[in-house]
């Protein structure tokens, strides 16, 4: 089983930034995407962003231009960069893994979620 931990999350100003982390287990293989999502309270999960072995990026349109997606796939890790954030970005930040990007919302293996809050 795949084991998927992030970090990075915190507690930041309107206008700052914040960048996550996330590492799945060196013992995984197979994972072809990696992606990141997050789920404000009282709202569902969505996508923020996702990325391919190739290197295809996605984004949500509220977060295009202000975050950017990268992987180390080496080291099975993916990254979020997060800039001139607002208070509408926060929630809890989860990271994910697949071995396609089909499959990455419903049957990725996810972490355990790292909160992120920008204050007004």
């Known amino acids: 089983q795949v084991q998927v931990v992030e970090s990075g999350g915190g507690l930041v100003q309107a206008g700052g930034s914040l960048r996550l982390s996330c590492a799945a287990s060196?013992?995984?293989?197979?994972?072809?995407?990696m992606g990141w999502y997050r789920q404000a309270l009282g709202n569902q999960r969505e996508m923020v962003a996702t990325?391919?072995?190739?290197?295809?990026?996605k984004y949500a349109g509220t977060v295009k231009g202000r975050f950017t997606i990268s992987s180390d796939n080496a080291k099975k890790s993916v990254y979020l960069e997060m800039n001139n954030l607002k208070p509408e970005d926060t929630g809890v930040y989860y990271c994910?893994?697949?071995?396609?990007?089909?499959?990455?919302?419903?049957?990725?293996?996810w972490g355990q979620g790292t909160q992120v809050t920008v204050s007004s």
């Open positions: 994910a893994v697949a071995p396609g990007l089909l499959l990455l919302n419903r049957f990725g293996s």
């Open positions: 060196r013992n995984s293989f197979n994972i072809n995407a």
């Open positions: 990325i391919t072995n190739g290197g295809t990026t």
